[in-house]
């Protein structure tokens, strides 16, 4: 597990709780919208220096009584078979614990929620749950079996067992109305679904590109119906 960064105060990673943020570098997806390349690209991350663990720790233990959470980004978290017990150690210090993921490993996922080692998820959900047009928003690296992982993490997140939100970075290269209606259809009882509209502002994507975003006439229009089916709400990109 490579820890790069810390941030050390947040006041928007974990809802209403004041939080630092820990990156872990590499995902096993290709994003292209994906603002992070340092944190996903082997060749960039073999070039950032790790930040050992005992490092991360102490400055968690110097903030307690400071910051009420820690959220764990990346990259794709769930990937490090060491996680589990990283997330015991910052929960000693009687931390809660944000996980922010892709859902393409239920199993660390599940193991997390059943052993109260997270408090909250934050789940991306690329696009409509369909193959074909989720492939294109992870670079072109799905694979059923991944995708069909991906959708049970949703239905874990669903069984409503620990707190949770679903999001949707909108891009007009890859998104269509119907494409997030369908979305709201497949999760309506969530606790939240975010749309956040994709951003120019953050430099650089794993891709190389960027993308149009959705106007805020388009995105309320959107909302509007997606309410008929679950518990949808626009906001500015996190």
Known sequence: MK??????????????KISGVIFIA????????CYTPHLVLPERIKKIPSIPEKKVLSFLEQRRGFL?????????PTLNPELPDFFKKIKEMGYDIELETNGSNPTMLKYLIE??????????????????????????????????????????????KVDYQFRTTLMKEFHKKE?????????KKAKVYYLQNFENTKGETVSGKTFTPFSEEEIKEI?????????????SYL
């Open 3 to 16: 820890i790069v960064n810390i941030l050390k105060q947040s006041l928007i990673e974990y809802p209403g």
């Open 26 to 33: 590499g995902c096993n997806f290709r994003c292209p919208f």
């Open 68 to 76: 009420e959470a820690v959220a764990i980004s990346g990259g794709e």
């Open 115 to 160: 052993k109260k080692l997270i408090d909250y998820v934050c789940m991306d959900i690329k696009n409509d749950l369909v193959f074909e047009k989720y492939n294109p928003l992870v670079g072109g690296v799905l694979t059923r079996e991944i995708f069909e992982r991906v959708k049970k993490s949703i239905e874990i997140l669903l069984e409503g």
């Open 179 to 187: 494409d997030i209606i369908n979305i709201c259809k497949k999760i």
């Open 223 to 235: 909302v509007e119906e997606g309410k008929k089916y679950t518990n949808i709400k626009a906001r």
